[in-house]
Structures are given as C-alpha cells and as structure tokens.
T-cell receptor
Framework: AQSVTQLDSQVPVFEEAPVELRCNYS??????LFWYVQYPNQGLQLLLK??????LVKGINGFEAEFNKSQTSFHLRKPSVHISDTAEYFC?????????????FGAGTRLFVKA | ETGVTQSPTHLIKTRGQQVTLRCSSQ?????VSWYQQALGQGPQFIFQ???????GRGNFPPRFSGLQFPNYSSELNVNALELDDSALYLC???????????????FGQGTRLTVV
C-alpha cells in the first residue's frame, strides 16, 4: 500500500525568501512522484514529476524537487517565492495498479507568501 | 488547459437525493480516476475505470458508483446523499500501461457539490 505524508500543513514565508515543502512517502513497489498546485476554486495543476533518471527534477514556475530514495522523500523547493505562489501544494505518489496506475495524495501544504 | 472537462461546475442537492457528475477525458486517455476533496484536505481516491471496468476502489461505500463509456467519458453517481458528501469532486484521466505516460494524471477543474 502507498501513503504520503506532507509534514507541514501551513508554511508562511516572506516574498523573495526560499521555501521548502516536505513530503515523505511509503510504498512496497516502485513509485513515481509528483507535486501539484491548487489555486483557490480550481483543479490541480502539475508542477513537476519524478519518473526515473536524475533525482533533481525541475518544474514550472521555478520550482524543483529532489527524490531521495533512502529517505523516501520528495521535498519541493523554490529559491525565491512570489506573492503569486500562495496556494495549496499536494505531493502525490503513483504506483502500478492492475491495468494502470493509482495515485495517492498527501493532505496538502498551504504556502502563504507575505509581502 | 488539460483537456479534461467536468460538468456541472457547481451543484446543490438535498440530503437523501441522488447525483450524477460527468467527466470528459483527454483525447486518447482510456483510464479515468475520481477523487473527493473535502474542504481543507487532499484528494481522496474513490475509484478508477479502465476500458469500462472498475479497476481499483478506495475506501468509499457502495452508494458511490461509476460508469465509463466506450468514448472513455465517465460518470460518478452518488446515492442517498449525506451532508458529509459535500466536497469538490475531481476527475483525472491518464493512459495506462506505459511506464512513463501512464503515470501522469490530467485533472479537470472539478465539480463543487453542496449537500444541504
């Protein structure tokens, strides 16, 4: 069975400061890892994904994440945040299910960027 | 724009009623998953359909049921609505079976269901 833990429910940060949103996962099989962003009253938008290869993954809007297999983590980082980055961020784990893939989400981290 | 469309966008129903939510998958995607996202929480997996068959189910009661049609569009049906069913319902489509492309789910904007 898969599970995802996002260690912080809320992260307040000042504009132009760096930020890290933490994600740990557990799974008995090989997984693929994702970060999604959700703006108020909208669906989910993919930020980045780790499927294989380099453990440092770069996504949209200046975000990046590093896959650490030994620590079963996939933390999201951005060196300098903007007000517009205020949103809910979800870490997700996808693993093969019969006929396809099943994706499990964490509870989310609300990033609040202050001026 | 992901190519996944859901209807309606908002819906208000009375406790005990039945509701049907619809999802049109991205072109070429034959797998659809449904998620329930309660306020302030992450999406919870309801079930997945692949080639018109249910292919995995989360921890939801049988009054949550679904259909997938030959054109890969899908419906989520909820019977005997309860107040706790109030949530954003998200549909996601993907292409299964391929290690790379099958892993990414494309989400629709969701249907906001309010049960009163």
């Amino acid at each position: 069975a898969q599970s995802v833990t996002q260690l912080d429910s809320q992260v307040p940060v000042f504009e132009e400061a760096p930020v890290e949103l933490r994600c740990n996962y557990s799974s008995s099989v090989s997984v693929y890892l994702f970060w999604y962003v959700q703006y108020p009253n909208q669906g989910l938008q993919l930020l980045l994904k780790y499927l294989s290869g380099s453990t440092l993954v770069k996504g949209i809007n200046g975000f990046e994440a590093e896959f650490n297999k030994s620590q079963t983590s996939f933390h999201l980082r951005k060196p300098s945040v903007h007000i517009s980055d205020t949103a809910e961020y979800f870490c997700a784990v996808s693993a093969r299910n019969t006929g396809g893939f099943k994706t499990i989400f964490g509870a989310g981290t609300r990033l609040f960027v202050k001026a | 724009e992901t190519g996944v469309t859901q209807s309606p966008t908002h819906l208000i129903k009375t406790r005990g009623q039945q509701v049907t939510l619809r999802c049109s998958s991205q072109s070429g995607h034959n797998t659809v998953s449904w998620y329930q996202q309660a306020l302030g929480q992450g999406p919870q997996f309801i079930f997945q359909y692949y080639r018109e068959e249910e292919n995995g189910r989360g921890n939801f009661p049988p009054r949550f049921s679904g259909l997938q049609f030959p054109n890969y569009s899908s419906e989520l049906n909820v019977n005997a609505l309860e107040l706790d069913d109030s949530a954003l319902y998200l549909c996601a489509s993907s292409v299964p079976g391929q290690p790379i492309t099958g892993t990414e789910a494309f989400f629709g904007q969701g249907t906001r269901l309010t049960v009163v």
